[in-house]
């Protein structure tokens, strides 16, 4: 009698009924799309996105404007699905470096295993998870183990810094995440689930004043003084269930306007849930100090808000002589990009120059 063990019988993956599940959990080329690239590429001609995927932006004029060369370290402050990285790396050999910075818990090794399967090692990449506030310490980090390493030692910034803002596609197309009311899903919109408050716990504590003047600054919503009161204070446990009583409070509007309203009041809870405002001060604010003499750096952004901010920080580093030169006119994607790519369309770039 044989004492090799019997094989594990073999298990058929659950199976879902129908031939087009609703559910995104059921969708097995959404969670690894890697593995379906006849279909991605049938999405992306049809000028959608791939679920479970992001379409790096502006990658063309981005790598015009920085420049990478061998030999110099850039940072990725939004390192997200990596796919401006993944052009950046690919120009810093030999002898560069790129630090990739990500809050999120969940896409970050990810991102890091894509990164590496594509042959970028340890010598020239490296993950850290952080929000891009945190850049001069990531920095310091950095110096300190080139220092222990012997290579460029002291080295305290970057001769490029890129920051692609917002929410990429992964956390909007999973609904776990509840970034949007593509699929229904808990209201969450937390960047690092780890920390914070959900969005729902937000809405529940905030007053309608509070509100109003929260959907205006950071939404330019123009219907915030009706939708403040029937949602502030309230409890919405699901995308779902917050987008019916935004639309139950604009009847008269159109579907389309409708709609719009929805986006822009899930775009205000999310930037008021990340903090996403105070972090982006906090990085420009800290931003020259972080770039070489002569170092570039370039910041997307898709609202207002944003690139308000960015617009005025430029331009008071030229003032001050802080930069020697920036971007005086607003780059956006071409028609061909929106075209290819409809989630680009909102997308804004700014550049600025370091005093050599």
Not at 291 to 297: A, E
Request: positive net charge.
């Amino acid at each position: 009698m044989s004492d090799t063990p019997a094989p594990a019988p073999h298990k058929r993956r659950p199976r879902y009924s129908g031939k087009n599940p609703r559910r995104f959990e059921d969708k097995y080329k959404e969670h690894n799309p890697g593995r379906y690239a006849e279909t991605v590429e049938k999405v992306l001609a049809s000028g959608k996105t791939p679920a479970g995927t992001h379409r790096p932006i502006m990658v063309a004029e981005i790598l015009e404007l920085l420049a990478p060369k061998p030999g110099e370290v850039a940072v990725d402050c939004t390192l997200g699905y990596g796919g401006h990285a993944q052009e950046i790396l690919a120009r810093l050999a030999p002898g560069g470096k790129l630090l990739g910075l990500d809050a999120d818990p969940i896409e970050l090794p990810k991102t890091e295993a894509r990164l590496r399967a594509l042959g970028f090692g340890p010598e020239i990449f490296t993950a850290h998870r952080s929000n891009f506030a945190g850049l001069p310490q990531v920095l310091a980090e950095f110096s300190s183990l080139s220092a222990s390493d012997g290579e460029r030692a002291g080295v305290r910034c970057a001769d490029i810094i890129l920051a692609d803002l917002g929410v990429s596609s992964m956390q909007i197309d999973d609904p776990a995440r509840g970034f949007s009311v593509k699929f229904d899903g808990p209201l969450d919109m937390r960047m690092n689930p780890q920390r914070g408050q959900p969005a729902s716990a937000f809405l529940k504590k905030i007053g309608p004043d509070a509100l109003a003047t929260l959907l205006v600054e950071y939404a330019d919503e123009p219907h915030a003084a009706a939708l403040a009161p029937a949602l502030a204070g309230k409890t919405f446990a699901t995308t779902k269930s917050l987008a019916t009583a935004i639309r139950a409070v604009l009847p008269r509007l159109n579907k389309e306007d409708c709609d719009l309203s929805i986006r822009r009041v899930f775009q205000a809870l999310r930037i008021a849930v990340n903090d996403e405002f105070s972090a982006l001060d906090t990085f420009l604010r800290n931003l020259p100090a972080c770039l070489n003499p002569g170092g570039r750096v370039a910041i997307l952004t898709f609202h207002s808000g944003e690139d308000r901010r960015v617009k005025k920080s430029f331009e008071a580093g030229l003032r001050d002589g802080v930069y020697s030169d920036i971007s005086h006119e607003v780059l956006r994607p071409s028609p061909a990009e929106r075209n290819a790519n409809p989630r680009s369309a909102p997308a804004k770039l700014r550049w600025a120059r370091r005093m050599g």
